[in-house]
Each structure stands twice: as C-alpha cells, then as structure tokens.
C-alpha cells in the first residue's frame, strides 16, 4: 500500500525508511503492480514505458510526494525486469524534477512545479485509488483483450429510447418545479416502494425511500450517519470494494466478517457484536459479491436475531436480488423482525445499466429524513429527468429482468464448461446469479497472476482487492456475464497464462474438495 507523507508512524515503515531518516515508503511494493497497471502495453522503450507508467501515477497522486520509491532492484523484482530498466526510468523522472535521488538516501518523490499547491494526500484515499480499478486512471484497454473486470451487460437501448420519447409529456412539467428533490422524485419513491414491496416482499410506503446516486452512494450516506468518525464496522469479507472504498476514505476501522467459497461464517458473530461494539454491520446475503453465494434462511435467522440482541444497524444490501436466477426469492432481512435496526440497499443499475445512476435506501421515515439532509449537502438532489426515466423503466423490470436471467445463465454455462475443461486444477462454485465468479488458484497469488494474464490478453480482478484485510489472494474475480466467444477466448488465454505462470510456484494445496455444482 502506499503510504503518505502524513504518515509516519513508525509501524507502518519499512526498513529503508528508518535509515532515510523517517521518510514514508512503500510497506508493500507489490502495490506498484496495481498501480502501474498495464504499463508494458504502451508504445516505446521498456523503460520509457515505465517511466510513464510512474509518471502517471505521480500525476495523479496514486504514489504521493514526500515518498521514497523502491531501490532499483527491488523495484526490478516486483516487476520482473532488468535493473537497467528501472534504472532508467528514474534517471528520466529525474530529469524531469519528479525524483530527487541521493546515495543512501533513496529516491524522494517530488513535484517539478513547485509553485503550484499540493493536494493534501489522505493515505486511506491512495489506498482506495490502488484498491478499485473503477476509481484510480487506467491505462487504455489492449486492442483485443478479454475484460473480465467488468461485465458486458443486454444493451436496454431501444427500451431506453422508447420510455424516454413515451415519457416526453411527464418531462415537460418537469421545469415547473424548482428541480431540488434531495428526497427524490415522489413519482419515483412511489415506484420503488411498490418495486421493493412486490419484487423483494417487503411491505414499503413512499416515505420510507430515499432516492440516491447509485448503491454507491447509498452506503456513503449511511456510512457518514452512523460511521462518520472512524467507528468500527463490520464488512464481509470478501465484498464489493465500493464499500471498502466508502468506509476507508470514512476513516472507519472495519471488522471483517469471513464469506468462505462455501458459505457464509457467522459464528464469531456475536462476540464481535459484543466486545467490538460497531455502529454498522454490511452484508449481501443474495447473490453476494463476489462469490454469488445466497445465505440461507436459517443463517438469516440467526443474524438478525443477534443484531436484534445488540440492536446494531445492518444494512441488507439487495443491489443483486434482481439477478438471483432458478431459486425462490429469499426473505428480506428487515422482514424478520419488527425490532431489529436494519436498513435496505436497493439499485437499478444491476438489472438495466450503471449508467442511469439511481438507487435507494429503504429505511424507517425518521432516518430517511435524517440521510436527506446528508444528501442535500452532497448534490441537492439527483436529477428529476433521470429519475423519471427510471420511474417508466420500473414499468418494465419483469421484462429486463427475463432477459437478464438468461443472459446469466448462458454466460455461466459457457464459463463452467471452458473453466472444467481448460483450467481443470482451479476450485469454484457455481454462483447462484449476480455478475461474479470466484476462481480459486492452486498455487502463486492472484496479484502476480493478474500481471501474467494481461501480459496474454486477458483482465481479471486479484481477489485481495476486494478484501478489507488483504487476503484473498488465492483468487480471482471474473465479471462473466459476455458474449460466449468472448468468454470462450478468455478462459483460453487464462488458461495460457496460468501454464506460464503456474510452473513458478509451488502449489499452495491440492484441490480437495471440488466445489463444481449449483451454489
């Protein structure tokens, strides 16, 4: 990880840094793999594209001013190239004012303009930056690679088009408003509290919706009510790293809550309730992400019994409950108890696109207000226009929602028969619907591994950037739901990595128990 200048705390130093005389540096230089990204895909000398690649990252304040870099032959190592190169690529940063590098000092990061104000640079911010590939500066997408990162969800354009212009009427009195809702569209708050009334069972009034930016933002708005002073809060581990993100750059000290290939582990549950005292508790329990597992009933049960007994606020995250495929609709965790303190995360960027931006938290009509008044402050208010698209698209959802379904289940039937076919050693379990696939390695990591399959054009996530403590480095996330040629000729190229790449390491453990089957 990378740490800041503000940093300095003796513990979260390197050796190196001691000798420097306290100066900041990397604690995990393997951290650069992420940061740096597909650097050797650029055009020029390799070192040129190092260079580069570090440049960038100096830009945009994913490696911090104040900083020493790795030696060059540490740096060399991490990414399996020659000292010369690395060399050279500080030579020409140095040039340039980025480094100041002295013997036996290191090499200092700088800025070349040094009239122009430094951002104040939050290491839990850099840290999150280097965490989700969503949030830091990519480099551009290889021509012809297969993106696992990302999934390549049905086009709802012409659908898009034809609520829009059906619409039109709806929009034109739009402007007789003042156009600042931080509540929502009412028009919308109607539709998804019967959308979360029908579709997720659980009975809802208007009054109990805010209308948010996303999930995304949904967690924000709870984080800042209930966690806005680094209060403890217990994640699952693995998750979405949205919310790793949220509750980092919060200052929140989080609790991992172990989600294992096979199930969710809530044993320690209690007694962490219990001595850790946290403000929040955040699980997915339908089609979690990343493993696509569904919590059953009996283990809902138990959940909310122990947050009712500490009356710990839990947030049911429902984004992937539209995606469950082939099952019953599990029960609501708020339907469980009218006591309990839980809250509900519902999104529509799941079943249509990301890019209408609209979500919701479904929570009693006192909080609601409370979490408007956090909104208003962020954005006034979503977009009415935008809302009332989304209000017509909810007219639709049992539709998309078909389509969605077998859009997810071709794309698992393509994936599982190429994964048992030419990755016949790697452990998974068939999720259950969502957007996620949970590979386990049989041996390496899964951040080096990532580095190997890029270099053979194929983008996967390493299962430790979606974890809160850095584990999960036995696995790989793959966004699978593609076009079936696209999967076919990744799965193929994963398979080509893993021959170059496997042959290095030794295996971490032979593959047990086979997880193939419905998960």
Known sequence: ????????????????????????????????????????????????????????????????????????????????????????????????????????SGHLVRHPQHAVPQPYVNSDVVKAMARNPMLRPLSPQRSGAVDFSVS???????????????RAAALDDLPASSGYQPLGLAELREAVARYVTGRGGLPTQPDQILITSGAQQAIWLVGQLYAPHGERVVLENPTYPGAIDAFRMLGAHI?????????FVLDGLGALLKSARPRLVLVSPTCHAPTGLVMPHEQRLALVEQIDEHQVTLVDDQTMLDLLVGEDRPVALAQISPTAPILSIGSLSKLFWPGLRVG???APQPIIEHLARLKAVADMGGSPIVQSIAAGLLDHADTVRQRRHQEITRSLDVLCEAMDRLLPDWTWRRPAGGLSFWAGLPAGTATEF????????????????????????????LQFVQDSEAITLGVRR????????????????PPAVALRGAG
């Open 152 to 166: 390549r969800q049905a086009s709802i354009g012409p659908l898009l088009r034809e609520v829009t212009l059906g």
């Open 450 to 477: 990532a580095q190997v399959a890029l270099l053979h054009g194929v983008t996967v996530v390493a299962g430790s950037a979606l974890t809160s403590d850095g584990s999960g480095d036995d696995h790989v996330r």
């Open 494 to 509: 994963l398979a080509q990595a893993w021959q170059a790449y496997a042959g290095q390491r030794p295996a971490r453990r």
């Open 360 to 362: 919701w938290i479904r």
């Open 255 to 263: 609790e991992p809550l172990p989600v294992h290939p096979d199930g």
């Open 1 to 104: 990880m990378v740490i800041g200048p503000q940093d300095g705390s003796s513990a979260a130093m390197g050796t190196a840094d001691v000798a420097a005389g306290s100066r900041p540096v990397l604690q995990k230089p393997q951290s650069f793999q992420r940061i740096l990204g597909d650097w050797r895909q650029a055009e020029g000398a390799l070192y040129a594209r190092l260079a580069t690649a570090l440049r960038t990252a100096l830009v945009h304040g994913d490696i911090a001013p104040g900083m020493l870099l790795p030696p060059e032959r540490s740096l060399a190592q991490i990414l399996r190239v020659s000292r010369t190169t690395v060399v050279s690529a500080y030579r020409a940063l140095r040039e340039e004012g980025w480094l100041d590098s002295r013997q036996g």
